[in-house]
């Protein structure tokens, strides 16, 4: 993920892609199938702070357009993205209901009770 001086100047395609040639320049297209990306904006990791479900939908929909374009159709519908970053039992029903956002890596919110919520939300 990016940080928020990226995303303020614009540069979250640019930083994502820049993360995921680097996974795709050593993995051939049959291994993708066993491979999770997690997209985890750095400006939200532990401060409480989510981005709206319009920005993580455009992040997930970007990594899956580059994925399409640069590794195949059919990698791209297949891989799982998943989205970290402040997810709580608050937002997990709005994220898990966006089109590209396939699960949650989810940090602090696995040792509280609100953990139960955000698994169920993502069945």
Not at 99 to 107: I, N, T
Request: contains cysteine; aromatic residues 6%.
């Amino acid at each position: 993920g990016e940080t928020l001086e990226q995303r303020q100047a614009e540069q979250t395609l640019e930083v994502l892609t820049r993360q995921t040639q680097a996974l795709a320049s050593i993995i051939s297209e049959s291994e993708w199938e066993r491979v999770v990306i997690a997209y985890e904006p750095v400006w939200a990791i532990g401060t409480g702070v989510v981005a709206t479900p319009a920005q993580a939908q455009e992040a997930h929909q970007r990594l899956r357009q580059w994925i399409s374009r640069m590794v195949s159709v059919k990698v791209a519908e297949n891989v799982r993205i998943i989205y970290g970053g402040s997810v709580k039992g608050d937002n997990c029903v709005e994220l898990i209901a966006l089109e590209d956002v396939d699960g949650f890596l989810v940090g602090g919110a696995s040792l509280k009770p609100e953990f139960g919520s955000i698994i169920r939300s993502a069945l």
